[in-house]
């Protein structure tokens, strides 16, 4: 039974589900849906002795959506398309000075750890989307198994973290909550920005591609002055 793609498919709902009723309960930000699915998630196949590889043939049928649901982000961004272009220049450079955060951020951290070169090609692709990052990984080089699972804890966090950054920052315009969600914790980030607002969702979606553009072109380059 646990073979079948039903068996993964069915336990994510079951899993996310129960998160939102821990969310709608609790009413606290640390409660994130999809965190605690993972936990859950893990709990259950280690509890039952399931192996991963049973739980990923339904689990790829729902990232099969991933493209679909990035494509239909699409909407957002359609309706958002004159704040987009009013602020073009700003959103670029916003985006292109998260990259390089991102970046020299993961350089000083490894050489303070001694963290090696692959471990490093593996870690900088964090805040950009799946196949963006995997496609950097081609190109860089490192751990695609590592790369991934970095994405995903750092969306995870990103989704966390915003509310909180919102409450602490109430300057923070719309287009700039958007921006840094997007730059800083893609597609799952931006889960959380199209809950915060419709401008804050767009912004973050248009982020996401952006980011992920200008990492693939800066990336390469600069790493090459490090190591």
Known sequence: M??????G?????????IGLRIKEK??????NPLLIAVIIIIAFLKAFGIPYEHYKIGG???HYFLGPLTVALGLMLFRQ??????????????????????????IALSKWLKLDAEMVKSLV??????????????INGGNAVITIAMVIVTGIFGALLAPLFVKWFPEFNAIAIGTGI??????????KAIELGE?????????IGLAGLITILLVPPLYQLFY
């Open 2 to 7: 646990t073979t079948s793609p039903a068996f």
């Open 9 to 17: 498919i069915l336990i994510s709902i079951i899993a996310y589900a």
């Open 26 to 31: 609790t009413n606290n930000v640390l409660a």
């Open 60 to 62: 790829d049928g729902i």
């Open 81 to 106: 398309r004159a704040v987009i272009k009013a602020h073009m220049v700003s959103l670029v450079v916003g985006i292109t000075a998260g990259v390089l955060t991102s970046f020299f951020t993961i």
């Open 125 to 138: 692709p964090k805040s950009i989307t799946t196949p963006m990052a995997l496609s950097l990984v081609e």
């Open 182 to 191: 997007g730059t800083s914790a893609h597609g799952v980030g931006t889960s």
């Open 199 to 207: 401008t804050e969702g767009a912004l973050s979606s248009a982020a």
